[in-house]
């Protein structure tokens, strides 16, 4: 059902399906919903009207949070592994069960098409289930025969998950799912563009976890530095830019509470002379424009040998003019509106520098009006290589083709760059493209494909593009101390 429309103007929420109430939303202290005085709402970004009324917290509200956190954490961290993994993946069937909810909701808030918003909901299941289901057993180091030496991973304790807008449901269970297992309580703040799907994870929760190891509070920019600064808190984990990023370290630096920072990107694929042009060029427009190029891991610089440049970017070109921009309820839409009023304007910025530093536009470079903040997929053909659209991160659809004549050339200008999130090497010769891969400075690397995330395996920047990693045992050890116990037998 798409949203529609109440006589203030304001969109309705979504239809209730499966239980859950998808039409209001509240903060969630010490295992009870609660609401503020003021609110305010996010908008539907393809309609520009009001979504439903949200909390802005308060304050008070962030003393009662921390206060139910530290109070639940002891408790918590007592309970068996088994028994957290247990509550973990409860959770998990309870999500599921309201998948279409949520997928509709995701819609509209955050913009993303339909069959997109189901992604993120199948992709955030798989995330939990997989972090639920990893271990973290003490370990033997040293057994000899008058001494033991043990790790061990105890909880850190309270956190604080600070999420982004752009995939608000998944990128906040990635956070509660290791957070909760290792045994320690959190508090979620999600974005104030897109609170919904984050509140609702969390009143969800409810059903399974108890009082004050799961709590949202929603609010405006006031509330994340409130949350930071709090010494109550023993770790931040966040996600959002890298300007962001520096300044949560630096208030988290005052109580030295542990950091996981997952930050912005300017990945690079880079596009060898012997690729299969008519299979490769619409993968890499696909990994360009998907998510209208609102993600961390989207690919915001090409790199294409100078060889096959003009006939990879013809093909790149056809194909981005099978893609559809509109409404996420529309059928067969790839490209969404931008998220938001401030990054639609930035993004545009990057239009205006079309006629200010004169780039040649390869398709798209005009876009439609209003209301909604829709912007066309655009190629722009080898800018120079210090402009703007190459080297800052424009988080819309818009994106760079860029030329090389050796690997060498292509691995240096690839890293010529502060962000190191993800990078990729197209190639029919994959131990050629495996060489360049390695000498690339990026958290994630592949070899012909981009994105593929795999929560098994470790997520993190190099450089500014973060701190830390995410998902794999070492995410959840990332919640953790590492103790050491030393045995001596006699
Ligand atoms: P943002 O940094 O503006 O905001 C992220 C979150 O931080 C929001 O919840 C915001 O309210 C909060 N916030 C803002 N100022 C704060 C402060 N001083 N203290 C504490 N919290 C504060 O980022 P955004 O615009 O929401 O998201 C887009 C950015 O996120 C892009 O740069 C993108 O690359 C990055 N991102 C990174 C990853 C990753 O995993 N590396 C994933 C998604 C998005």
Redesign the pocket.
């Known amino acids: 059902m798409a949203p529609h429309a109440t006589e203030n103007g304001a969109t309705n929420g979504t239809s209730q399906s499966g239980g859950l109430d998808f039409t209001t939303f509240s903060n969630v202290i010490d295992g009870k919903l609660s609401s503020t005085q003021k609110t305010r709402h996010g908008i539907n970004p393809a309609t520009a009207k009001a979504n439903p009324e949200v909390p802005v917290s308060t304050q008070e509200d962030v003393e009662s949070a921390m206060a139910a956190g530290k109070k639940a954490a002891k408790q918590w961290a007592k309970t068996p592994y088994a028994e957290r993994q247990k509550a973990v993946l409860a959770w998990a069937d309870a999500i599921e069960s309201e998948k279409d909810g949520f997928a509709k909701l995701l819609t509209q808030e955050q913009g993303k098409p339909l069959h997109f918003a189901a992604f993120e909901m199948d992709f955030t299941l798989q995330i939990i289930r997989t972090m639920a289901n990893l271990e973290l057993p003490t370990e033997e180091i040293i057994d000899e025969a008058d001494r033991k030496v043990l790790v061990r991973y105890t909880p850190l304790g309270l956190t604080v998950g600070?999420?982004?807008?752009?995939?608000p449901v998944l990128?906040t269970c990635s956070k509660i799912a290791p957070c909760v297992v290792t045994g320690n309580p959190i508090i979620i703040?999600?974005?104030?563009?897109t609170p919904y799907g984050g509140l609702k994870v969390v009143e969800l929760a409810q059903r399974f976890f108890p009082p004050g190891v799961v709590q949202a509070l929603s609010g405006d920019?006031s509330?994340?530095?409130w949350?930071?600064a709090h010494p109550a808190p023993a770790k931040v984990s966040?996600?959002?830019?890298?300007?962001?990023?520096k300044?949560?370290m630096e208030?988290c630096a005052k109580t030295l509470k542990r950091v996981t920072l997952?930050?912005?990107?300017n990945d690079p694929a880079i596009v060898l002379d012997d690729v299969n042009v008519d299979e490769v060029a619409p993968k890499i427009a696909t990994l360009a424009f998907l998510n209208s190029g609102q993600?961390?891991l989207a690919l915001k610089r090409i790199f294409v040998h100078e060889k096959i440049y003009e006939s990879f970017r013809d093909k790149m070109v056809e194909h981005t003019k099978t893609l559809k921009v509109g409404e996420g309820f529309e059928k067969d839409v790839f490209l969404g509106p931008i998220q938001n009023s401030m990054?639609y304007e930035r993004v545009k910025g990057f239009f205006e520098a079309i006629d200010t530093e004169k780039y040649n536009v390869a398709v798209g470079g005009k876009n439609p009006e209003g209301p909604g903040y829709f912007i066309t997929p655009t190629i722009i053909d080898r800018p120079k290589e210090d402009s703007r659209i190459v080297v800052e991160?424009p988080?819309g659809p818009i994106v760079p083709l860029l030329t090389f004549s050796t690997d060498e050339e292509a691995i240096e200008k690839a890293n010529n760059t502060n962000y190191g999130?993800g990078a990729s090497v197209w190639s029919g010769d994959v131990e050629r493209a495996a060489k360049v891969a390695k000498e690339l400075e990026a958290g994630s690397v592949w070899v012909n494909t981009h994105f593929e995330i795999d929560p098994r395996a470790p997520?993190g920047?190099f450089k500014e593009?973060?701190i830390g990693t995410e998902f794999g045992v070492g995410g959840l050890k990332s919640y953790c101390n590492s103790q050491t116990l030393y045995l001596k037998k006699k």
């Open positions: 600070i999420a982004p807008w752009n995939y990128l703040k999600p974005s104030p563009f920019d509330l994340g530095p949350l930071t966040f996600t959002g830019s890298s300007a962001t990023g300044r949560v208030s997952e930050l912005g990107g993600i961390c990054q991160e988080f999130l997520f920047g593009s973060g």
